[in-house]
């Protein structure tokens, strides 16, 4: 499968500041990837499909204003959580389709602690 | 209702013991079926994955998929405690779609 290499993996910052997250597809050119919050003992909860060469598709209820997605490149998608506050903090997780209909890898994984 | 509903947790277990997690999902969609596991603030990583109704084993592990049921589950035999960890179930209708997760077990085996 892919390798997908996310960071950085831990960040604080300020509130009203801005954040972006990386995530590259080190091995696999990686025209979709996808990206997941997570909160503590919750489970992954798809915020948005990130496209390469087009918009992103956000899911319901996810703000396109505050997660700006670009996928600029088929190795790499960035995340930048825009004007953030202290609810914005969680575990941001990116994810690329690899392997036909069943290989997801996963990148490690961002913690993302607003203050 | 959630798409897929996840059962039970948190569990504890002594070593050695056989381990039974479990999925309910609802979209009648969903055609491949996958276990992951996620250790603490890392990211999740494949352990078993099916296509369709059926038995896979590899190892310590098997997985099961009743589509008619809506039902898929995860055994480990001769549980460890490395094995200590979240385990969350993941489904897809195919066609690299993102993944429905349910909301995880955390599992604990004792020594």
């Known amino acids: 499968g892919a390798v997908v290499s996310q960071h950085p993996s831990r960040v604080i910052c300020k509130s009203g500041t801005s954040v972006k997250i990386e995530c590259r597809s080190l091995?696999?050119?990686?025209?979709?990837m996808f990206w997941y919050r997570q909160f503590p003992k919750k489970s992954l909860m798809l915020m948005a499909t990130?496209?390469?060469?087009?918009?992103?598709?956000?899911e319901q209820g996810v703000e396109k204003d505050k997660f700006l997605i670009n996928h600029a490149s088929l190795t790499l998608s960035t995340l930048t959580v825009t004007s953030a506050h202290p609810e914005d903090s969680s575990f941001y997780i990116c994810?690329?389709?690899?392997?036909?209909?069943?290989?997801?890898?996963f990148g490690s994984g961002t913690r993302l602690t607003v203050v | 209702q959630k798409e897929v509903e996840q059962d039970p947790g948190p569990l504890s277990v002594p070593e050695g013991a056989i381990v039974s997690l479990n999925c309910t999902y609802s979209?009648?969609?969903?055609?491949?079926f996958m276990w992951y596991r996620q250790y603490s603030r890392k990211g999740p990583e494949l352990l078993m994955y099916?296509?369709?109704?059926g038995n896979k084993e590899d190892g310590r592990f098997t997985a099961q998929v009743d589509k008619s049921s809506k039902y898929i589950s995860l055994f480990i035999r001769d549980s460890q405690p490395s094995d200590s960890a979240t385990y969350l179930c993941?489904?897809?209708?195919?066609?690299?779609?993102?993944?429905?997760f349910g909301s995880g077990t955390r599992l604990q085996v004792q020594p």
């Open positions: 994810s690329v389709p690899d392997r036909g209909d069943y290989g997801y890898t």
């Open positions: 091995d696999f050119q990686a025209t979709t």
């Open positions: 990130s496209n390469e060469g087009s918009k992103a598709t956000y």
């Open positions: 979209n009648s969609a969903f055609q491949y």
């Open positions: 099916t296509y369709s109704s």
């Open positions: 993941a489904m897809s209708a195919g066609g690299r779609r993102a993944l429905t």
